[in-house]
């Protein structure tokens, strides 16, 4: 169910990750196929993931999470990172 302040009917850019529209284009990197976060560039992408595995880093230290290397393309990230749903 939206939020109050999102409009209705919702439209076919939205991100459900982050509550808003986002700028859809033929040269965009990649799209969540689950929350429709878009990714403009692979750089973008490898940001997110790293920054989310740092905060895994920090709740779990002690875990596996911690043995995880930092990405270094874009081809190596199989899952949205602000979701965790499979690309």
């Given at each position: 169910?939206?939020?109050?302040?999102?409009?209705?009917?919702?439209?076919?850019?939205?991100?459900?990750?982050?509550?808003?529209?986002?700028?859809?284009?033929?040269?965009?990197?990649?799209?969540?196929?689950?929350?429709f976060?878009?990714?403009?560039?692979?750089?973008?992408?490898?940001?997110?993931?790293?920054?989310?595995?740092?905060?895994?880093?920090?709740?779990h230290?002690?875990?596996?999470?911690?043995?995880?290397?930092?990405?270094?393309?874009?081809?190596?990230?199989?899952?949205?990172?602000?979701?965790?749903?499979?690309?």
């Amino acid at each position: 169910m939206p939020d109050a302040d999102w409009p209705d009917p919702l439209p076919g850019d939205w991100c459900w990750s982050h509550g808003r529209s986002e700028p859809m284009g033929a040269d965009i990197y990649r799209v969540c196929g689950e929350c429709f976060h878009v990714f403009q560039a692979e750089a973008d992408l490898i940001r997110d993931h790293n920054a989310e595995l740092a905060e895994m880093r920090k709740r779990h230290s002690d875990e596996a999470s911690a043995e995880m290397p930092d990405a270094t393309s874009g081809e190596e990230i199989w899952s949205c990172p602000h979701c965790i749903h499979d690309f």
